[in-house]
């Protein structure tokens, strides 16, 4: 079991943590959208406990990264458990990319077979957040400087989180937004559209009100209830773990790990979907303006969802869940 808080303590945020469960299940990188006090930074720190453990070569490769960066220490000598680094958003583009006079990995490579968590992606510079577009295609960062080249694996699950504008309340029910349209464009405008098309889910969470997070507002009987319901981590690793199963099985000797990396005719091989399915995906991709990488990542999203299930065939079903996520993007504004 990875370390971190458990979900049982987030309480009312059940799809979130669905979008957790397929975030972490085919290594999609996700973007967690919301209003202050929402919960979106504690989703986020759960995020390790549904994680599936490190086989021995992640741990070799892990440690040897860590090494390299001189981040091991006396007490963990060993990285047995996925990283999950946090910069501040005061991060410089060396630090998190790499280099120096002594070429060290950076938060990047850091984060390699783990989740790299950005909270509240808009507070960072522009020029840093632009540092991760190439890296999240290739899995791989090279730095050049004139001291010599080095290339660092850096194969991570990006999480970021996000005010809607900068005083946070833009869209909001129960408070009201000071920020002139403006301001919002600017705030959010922080985040490129390129940047944004390498987000395979979004989802906005709303704050839960304050007397049904301490079920003032129900009887013995329906707290009950409701804790029963609560989706808490070890019920999410297991379906975490059937997802990866599946995906274990498929790409035996196709050089993937994850569904996340399907691409060109592995994407065609590994994702057969009922003609309705086809359908729906072209369809409604032409409709929201798609471009090429976002109706792949529409698929491959549609496919995990479709490996938590355990079924062979991507349906209907998965294919508009995936969609949902994609629709959240354009209808946060965050664009």
Do not use: W
């Not at 900068?166 to 464009?185: E, L, M, N, V």
């Amino acid at each position: 079991m990875e370390k971190g808080p458990d979900y049982r303590e987030v309480i009312g945020q059940e799809g979130a943590k669905r979008a957790m469960v397929i975030a972490a299940a085919g290594f999609h990188n996700l973007l967690l959208t919301g209003v202050p006090g929402s919960g979106k930074s504690l989703l986020a720190r759960c995020l390790p406990s549904i994680l599936p453990p490190m086989d021995q070569e992640e741990i070799f490769q892990a440690t040897k990264i860590h090494s390299v960066a001189g981040a091991l220490t006396r007490e963990e000598p060993i990285v047995r458990h996925r990283p999950f680094r946090m910069p501040h958003h005061t991060v410089s583009p060396t630090a998190l990319t790499g280099g120096g006079r002594k070429m060290k990995p950076g938060e990047l490579s850091l984060a390699h077979l783990g989740v790299l968590f950005l909270d509240e992606m808009p507070e960072f510079p522009r020029e840093v957040l632009e540092t991760l577009r190439q890296p999240l295609e290739d899995g791989v960062i090279r730095i050049h400087r004139l001291a010599g080249s080095v290339t660092y694996p850096c194969r991570f699950l990006l999480l970021g989180s996000s005010n809607p504008c900068r005083c946070g309340y833009h869209g909001s029910s129960d408070h009201h937004c000071t920020c002139t349209p403006a301001q919002i464009k600017s705030y959010q405008d922080r985040i490129s559209g390129p940047l944004l098309d390498r987000m395979d889910l979004t989802i906005r969470i709303s704050a839960v009100p304050l007397t049904e997070a301490l079920g003032l507002d129900q009887g013995l009987h329906q707290r009950a209830s409701r804790r029963e319901t609560r989706m808490e981590s070890e019920e999410m690793r297991n379906l975490v773990l059937r997802g990866r199963k599946k995906q274990k099985a498929r790409f035996s000797g196709a050089g993937l790990t994850f569904n996340s990396q399907l691409d060109g005719e592995l994407l065609e091989r590994f994702c057969p979907m009922e003609k309705q399915a086809r359908s729906l995906s072209l369809e409604a991709s032409e409709g929201m303006g798609l471009s090429m990488r976002g109706y792949k990542k529409i698929v491959r999203v549609a496919r995990t969802i479709a490996d938590l299930e355990e079924e062979e065939i991507i349906r209907v079903s998965h294919v508009a869940e995936a969609l949902q996520y994609r629709d959240q993007q354009e209808r946060t504004g965050i664009r």
